[in-house]
């Protein structure tokens, strides 16, 4: 019968509202385990049916819920996962070991690669030096980044070459500027900058 269609704004807006959903669980407040956001949304399934199930659209509740449901899963799986590279300039401030550092980052890149030593040593300059990271991006922020390559040699794939990101214990750190790539990246988007839970290893 045509009066028992379901209702395409009703179940746009629901799957939409599972998306968002998703959203606020893990890309806001980072609540990244299961266990926790898993019932929650079972919580928010079970609200939606009581709600319709006293308004005029009783007849199309378990589609809701199913569309509510649909539309966290889709969101989870459209906001995660996601990488992204970038390229920087660095300057090499030291060589035992290679030491690279660009002024918008406190921190600087520590490299132990035969490779990297000899690609630089073919550079006619130690500044501006070629780096490029990929990022993985949950929910627009960063959950893990990688450098790739430093003056063109594949340091992430190099099973001789080593990388770590360090603080210059020297010289006092400038809250005003970022640690480094990573932290560059998630001052991007505001919800990135909240501390509630950060899932990163």
Known sequence: ???????????????????LLDFVFNGVFKIIWIVVYGPAYVVAAKLLAYKLGQS??????KVAVWALLIGAGVGHLIFTGHERGKAYRMDVVSDAPV???????????????PKVD??????P??????????????Y??????YVETVAGV?????????????????????PGLALGPGDEEDRG????????YRGVD
């Open 154 to 174: 594949d340091v992430r794939g190099d099973s001789d070459a080593s990388w770590t990101w360090r603080t210059d214990g020297r010289a006092p750190a400038d």
């Open 56 to 61: 005029r659209w009783k007849e199309h509740v």
């Open 99 to 113: 030491t690279l550092h660009a002024p918008q980052w406190s921190q600087r890149l520590l490299v132990s690669s």
């Open 118 to 123: 000899k690609a630089l040593a073919a550079l």
């Open 189 to 196: 988007l505001p919800w990135c900058k909240l501390k509630f």
């Open 125 to 138: 300059s130690r500044k501006d030096v070629p780096v490029t990271v990929t990022f993985v991006l949950n």
């Open 140 to 145: 627009g922020c960063v959950k893990h980044w």
């Open 1 to 19: 019968m045509p009066g028992r269609r379901h209702p395409t704004a009703l179940l746009v807006f629901c799957f939409l509202g599972g998306a």
